[in-house]
């Protein structure tokens, strides 16, 4: 299983980014995806969860500025970002794991990870 993330970039606050993550060597369709996000000295946190149902979780604080969708013929997980702000700053993480249903939590343990992408906000 390999996935790879891209779409980061540098942005200004209140603009926009698409982050996504290409999977291979497994269907998107069957497994439990996440995005996380690391800032400099701070503990990773989970931002979003699609299940095999396609069934999402946000992060309370990112509701309605973040929005997490898949593209299963495309084996390809988004993470859409509006309203971008300083501390938005981090790397972004895909991850994957077969939970099925609502054992899909960015509270569990992921498995496979992407190497991530930056996003910085100014």
């Known amino acids: 299983v390999q996935l790879v993330e891209s779409g980061g970039g540098s942005v200004q606050a209140g603009g926009s980014l698409r982050l996504s993550c290409a999977a291979s060597g497994y269907t998107y369709s069957s497994y439990c995806i996440a995005w996380f996000r690391q800032a400099p000295g701070k503990e990773r946190e989970g931002v979003a969860t699609?299940?095999?149902?396609?069934?999402?979780q946000m992060a309370d604080s990112l509701e309605g500025r973040f929005n997490i969708s898949k593209d299963n013929t495309e084996n390809t997980l988004f993470l859409h970002m509006n309203s971008l702000k300083p501390g938005d700053t981090a790397m972004y993480y895909c991850?994957?794991?077969?939970?099925?249903?609502?054992?899909?939590?960015?509270?569990?343990?992921?498995?496979?990870w992407g190497p991530g992408t930056q996003v910085t906000v100014s």
């Open positions: 991850s994957a794991d077969s939970y099925r249903g609502s054992a899909c939590s960015a509270r569990r343990s992921f498995t496979y």
């Open positions: 699609i299940n095999n149902e396609g069934d999402t």
